[in-house]
């Protein structure tokens, strides 16, 4: 070769290394200019319990279910077979598998069509983020611009975790975490290999390889992706065996929908930026009360009866579940309505909270004798639920038997306005119908909520402390305050837990309450142990009444059934604070032996008893049913007599009805507690 040859040779060389500079240069600044769309989609809010299991999941504002990886751990197998199945050059590329394409194209020229394809999983990811067209020249020029650009930008495991995010599978289900919830109702941290190939195979045709729709198809084409694998040698013979053995699944599986309400209001007061929102409930604990309420209402027939149920550890305030109805659907028990949050008359439940102040301001002790007789306070005079009067009682079996006349009167003196405002400290949300407190809010005339009413007992199980109850762990702690005092906390709860359980509950020892509101509209049962609070509420949402519902009879069975499956063991209730006074009645200070209140006027005054109806010498019209009595003044128990035989012995009613025969004329009497006698002559027609 001459030295002209070779200067021209090596100026060729130069040349080309030049032009092969030039256009490397070229190609990397094309790709450098690429504009790489957003990397970040809208992923499915969601709502976690304690221990992060998904309580809850919402569809994103298109409707689908795309469920952020987001670190969470994905079957090891399932990657290496993604990896083996779709791109086996993944992590040697730079985002085009040249060997690929090579072959793609030869295969194509010398068959006339295409026989396999080029596609690099990164080529897959930028499809899925351009949502761009495959079969065109420019789409997949697109295509392949765009993954050079990611692999410049992102690691392999970003660029992996990517293609997961957003791979379809099947109807609105898009990303991993979605579809392996969808189509097998878990996480996919672990798969099966009948699994794994089953999510390999249906991104390649979403559609039409949907085993709920398309078994055939979606079967045979997770035993193609098996069966490579058995060939490559990830999967052995007889794991490939075995997962041609296992079915597809037939039907989509829901996402998880646990404490719907409360999810609902945990959305509305914002989520992280990954969308997840972590609250203090346990999954298990809310789907087995759940499962409890639906069968709770369905006790009692098809009508309209809703249920509502909180529980909550009364010593830090964490709620740890809250059922807001007994079926999240808008049916005839209008289940989307959060019963928890709702304003409903609490019946006797408020009676612990005037026993307690009432001792702290030392107006009474649980040994002192309180009366349960007719009382009037101005134009106010409460009734016992029962119509009956007990006479000298303690003021503890007044709690215990949720005696009205007692607790009204112990209000009477530490005032409404005070009850109120305890009740507002509480946490209870109190509502008063208009104007200002007044006795009524006793026995339950105003509006709380079984959360509220939670809170409340919470408090009085927490030795008088108040307790803010919170459904998320970042939410502030309550500032400390004090309802009642320790001892006085104690004494109720002393009380509450000398309650007979209901008939066939479980034989817990808890310290309960419960309550009925004015036209059985409200049943309530509220109880504690030594660690958690539960509220039970049955109602009707609209507010019309339950005929012959009893909070007793209705809430306190579920009350308990609740408790078992809050805890396996009752945590006891503490030992009484040091300054506790443990005295029996004969040894109280004279003034806490007996409550005499100070600005009550008895209807019953000291006079001797009168009959009120009939009047001495009335002919009455009884057509052969009994007769009504009615007795006026004197003290009770009262005893009634016709024609000086004994017909109604030392009853404390002063309405009763008397079978007496006639027509005629009869001689009533009537003999009061002291021995006073009053007497009509009446004639019967």
Sequence with gaps: MTRRATLIGGLAFAIALWGAAAGRDALSDWVDRTEVPSLTVEVSDEVLDRDGQLLRAYTVADGRWRMGLQGAPVDPLFLKMLVAFEDKRFYRHNGVDAVAMTRAVGQALVNGGVVSGASTLTMQTARLLEDGPTGTVSGKLRQIRLALALE??????????????????????????????????????????????????????????????????????????????????????????????????????????????????????????????????????????????ARAVADHGAGRLSIAMVVADHVSGEVLASVGSAGYAPTDRQGFVDMTIAHRSPGSTLKPLIYAMAFDDGLAHPETLIDDAPIAFGSYAPENFDGAYRGPVTVAEALRLSLNIPVV??????????????LEAAGTDPRLPGGAPGLAIALGGLGVTPEGLTALYAALANGGQVTTLRHRPDAPRAVPASLV?????????????????????????????????????????????????????????????????????????????????????????????????????????????????????????????????????????????????????????????????????????????????????????????????????????
Aim: hydrophobic share 40%.
């Design 152 to 293: 410049r930008r992102l690691t392999k495991d970003e660029i992996l975790a990517l293609y997961l995010d957003r791979a379809p599978y099947g109807g609105n289900t898009e990303g991993i975490r979605a579809a392996t919830r969808t189509w097998f109702g878990k996480e996919p941290r672990r798969l099966t290999p009948a699994e794994a190939a089953l999510l390999i195979a249906l991104p390649q045709s979403p559609e039409t390889r949907r085993p709920d729709r398309h078994r055939e198809d979606a079967l045979a084409a997770r035993d193609r992706v098996i069966d490579r694998m058995e060939r490559q040698g990830i999967l052995t013979a007889d794991l490939a065996d075995t997962a041609r053995r296992d079915p597809v699944p037939r039907v989509r599986r829901d996402m998880p929908a646990l404490a719907p309400h409360l999810a609902d209001r945990a959305r509305r007061e914002g989520s992280g930026p990954d969308g997840r929102i972590t609250t203090t409930l346990d999954a298990g604990l809310q789907a087995r009360l759940e499962t409890l309420a």
């Design 409 to 422: 009167a112990l209000a009477s003196e530490i005032g409404p306005a005070r009850v109120y405002a305890a």
């Design 485 to 685: 005092t320790p001892e006085a906390a104690w004494q109720v709860g002393h009380i509450l837990s000398s309650v007979p359980p209901p008939p066939n509950a479980p034989r817990l020892r808890l310290a309960y309450k419960t309550g009925t509101s004015y036209g059985h509209r409200d049943t309530w049962a509220v109880g504690f142990d030594g660690r958690y609070v539960v509220t039970v509420w049955m109602g009707r949402p609209d507010g019309t009444p339950v005929p012959g519902a009893f909070g007793a009879d209705m809430a306190a069975p579920i009350l308990f059934e609740a408790f078992s499956r809050v805890t396996p063991q009752i945590e006891p209730l503490g030992p009484p604070p040091p300054g506790t006074l443990m005295l029996s009645h004969a040894a109280l200070p004279l003034p806490l032996r007996e409550f005499k209140p100070r600005g009550a006027v008895f209807a019953a005054p000291k006079g001797q008893p009168e009959l009120a109806f009939p009047p001495d010498g009335a002919t009455v019209e009884t057509g052969g049913m009994p007769l009504a009595v009615k007795i006026r003044d004197g003290r009770p128990p009262f005893t009634v007599l016709a024609n000086g035989a004994p017909v109604r012995v030392a009853s404390h009613a002063r309405e009763t009805m008397l079978d007496l025969p006639g027509p005629g004329h009869v001689t009533l009497s009537v003999i009061d507690a002291d021995g006073r006698s009053a007497r009509a002559q009446v004639e019967l027609r």
